[in-house]
T-cell receptor, first 114, second 114 residues
Framework: GDSVTQMEGPVTLSEEAFLTINCTYT??????LFWYVQYPGEGLQLLLK?????DKGSNKGFEATYRKETTSFHLEKGSVQVSDSAVYFC?????????????FGKGTKLSVKP | EPEVTQTPSHQVTQMGQEVILRCVPI?????FYWYRQILGQKVEFLVS????????KSEIFDDQFSVERPDGSNFTLKIRSTKLEDSAMYFC????????????FGSGTRLTVV
């Protein structure tokens, strides 16, 4: 079945460092891909999305490109801030069967130090 | 910005007891979902609900689970006889359309079964 694998955390970076959180997926067809973020004490918030190959999702300085050839959707940010400290979840939604349901990775905790 | 509200934020219950987790979805949303995350593991789909009936459920959602929309605003998840392994963070979500990309999650209820 469909699945998402993302890099294990925690990831600790200094402010202004470059961030990459790897995400790869297994799915039949062409899923939609998402990154969600969970700040401490809050719910899951949609950070960015991409619905087809080569699409780039971007928001708040974060970017991720839908790479069909490598089945990846890596999250990047050029210069992280302390306020980016959160847990980041990669997710997909398939186009067959369970079309409304999200399949998540385990989440990667990011801590940014001043 | 509209929110999905979950109560309580944390519930502790004894094994074998019934618990009801409550959610107030966004008022004009039509599709409702429950997900859970066991500590350190993936966020997993439990059930989706539309038009006052379950539209899809996962293998996790067995006979001890039930969902209900008792009035026009609440969406509840009942666990009939809790087990230790039900301890998890439970997330409610709602969306305007099943195939839409706009999922809104609540901040979760942490259920601890002792």
């Amino acid at each position: 079945g469909d699945s998402v694998t993302q890099m294990e955390g925690p990831v600790t970076l200094s402010e202004e460092a470059f961030l990459t959180i790897n995400c790869t997926y297994t799915a039949t067809g062409y899923p939609s891909l998402f990154w969600y973020v969970q700040y401490p004490g809050e719910g899951l918030q949609l950070l960015l999305k991409a619905t087809k190959a080569d699409d780039k999702g971007s928001n708040k300085g974060f970017e991720a490109t839908y790479r069909k050839e490598t089945t990846s959707f890596h999250l990047e940010k050029g210069s992280v801030q302390v306020s980016d400290s959160a847990v980041y979840f990669c997710a997909l939604r398939g186009r067959g069967g369970s079309q409304g349901n999200l399949i998540f990775g385990k989440g990667t905790k990011l801590s940014v130090k001043p | 910005e509209p929110e999905v509200t979950q109560t309580p934020s944390h519930q502790v219950t004894q094994m074998g007891q019934e618990v009801i987790l409550r959610c107030v979805p966004i008022s004009n949303h039509l599709y409702f979902y429950w997900y859970r995350q066991i500590l350190g593991q993936k966020v997993e789909f439990l059930v989706s609900f539309y038009n006052n009936e379950i539209s899809e459920k996962s293998e996790i959602f067995d006979d001890q689970f039930s969902v209900e929309r008792p009035d026009g605003s609440n969406f509840t998840l009942k666990i009939r006889s809790t087990k230790l392994e039900d301890s998890a963070m439970y997330f409610c979500a709602s969306s305007e359309r099943q195939l839409g990309l706009g999922y809104t999650f609540g901040s979760g209820t942490r259920l601890t079964v002792v």
